[in-house]
């Protein structure tokens, strides 16, 4: 496959994800080739939204299509394995949503699938992509702002305490660690020299026994620290500050942030970085996508996906919080 070349994307799932999807394709000119969903119905309905001529009868039916080359899983976490064993089995690269499995052992299952069929595997995660990490990244490289000390992650979102509402569902692998907790901990990951390899925590769960509000502290083998705050029932800024120890860099909204704030120790100067925009997040994702399914450059990150997820298992292991999946 060489640079230039037009690839079918076929979207899994319906849903808001999906939505941005195809918005994000046709912001590049293009648009989805199929459609594949759960209900039909549902496919059909936004197929005819975004003028997409195909959608399966049966959702098994994308997986067998010979015109699909890239797969992109929008559906609930605990659906993820079962499709992307099918997909990865049939060829066919994908780019799943976060997280995207449940645990290390259904991950290292996709992986080695990936690799038996000599597809790319990535993970939908936005801030592996958008611009301003890699911006921040050449900052750090520098050595200007000195040693790594502590990063300080917040992430609330406030949900209403609905236990049959997705987020709080056991059945559909709620919690705030796979839903928020996986941003927070790949920033982590993104600017750590290495996984941590100490941690702990303390978890609050909701009725329904899925993890409804935590706190991590987590130290590397270089020393490096984060703490982590989490909630799924109290808003928080999405912020994330990275103290090194001749500066510290903060950063809103950091899911899909494009403006950071440096301070200077000594004096106390402040520095601007912008880069990227929001508003084109998941064009981002596609355009690396498409980049790794080329050979040209292979920038999905799926060992730091690896890592995020040694540490959500970890984490989930210690509290004793497992999915029907799982027992």
């Known amino acids: 496959m060489t640079e230039g070349k037009q690839y079918n994307w076929a979207t899994l799932g319906t849903g808001v994800i999906a939505n941005e999807l195809a918005q994000a394709l046709e912001s590049q000119g293009k648009k989805l080739y199929s459609v594949a969903n759960r209900t039909y119905d549902k496919g059909v309905a936004f197929a005819q939204k975004y003028g997409i001529e195909k959608v399966y009868q049966n959702i098994d039916e994308v997986f067998e299509d010979p015109e699909v080359d890239i797969i992109y899983i929008s559906t609930p976490h605990n659906t993820h394995i079962n499709f992307l064993r099918k997909a990865l089995a049939k060829g066919k690269h994908v780019l799943c949503e976060k997280s995207i499995t449940l645990n290390s052992e259904e991950l290292a299952e996709a992986i080695a699938l990936a ?159 912008e880069a990227g925009d929001t508003a084109q997040a998941l064009s981002y994702e596609l355009a690396d996508m498409e980049k790794a399914v080329a050979g040209i450059e292979n920038r999905m990150y799926l060992d730091y996906t690896r890592d995020v997820m040694a540490m959500m298992t970890r984490l989930r292991r210690e509290w004793g919080m497992t999915y029907p999946e799982e027992e």
């Open 115 to 273: 690799e038996e069929n000599h597809v790319v595997l990535a993970e939908a995660m936005t801030i592996f992509h958008m611009p301003i990490y890699r911006k921040l990244t050449e900052v750090v490289a520098s050595g200007k702002l000195g040693e790594l000390k502590l990063i300080q992650m917040n992430f609330g979102s406030y949900k209403d305490y609905d236990m049959t509402n997705r987020f709080f569902s056991r059945e559909l692998a709620g919690g705030a660690l796979l839903d928020i907790g996986v941003y927070a901990l790949s920033f982590v990951r993104w600017f750590m020299s290495s996984i941590p390899n100490q941690m702990a925590s303390q978890v609050k769960l909701a009725p329904t026994g899925v993890d409804e509000q935590v706190g991590i502290l987590l130290t590397n083998a270089e020393g490096e620290m984060a703490t982590i705050a989490l909630s799924l029932h109290a808003k928080q800024p999405k912020r994330g500050t990275i103290a090194y120890d001749k500066g510290y860099i903060e950063l809103y909204e950091y899911p899909r942030g494009q403006k950071a704030v440096i301070t200077y120790t000594e004096d106390g100067h402040q520095e601007v970085i």
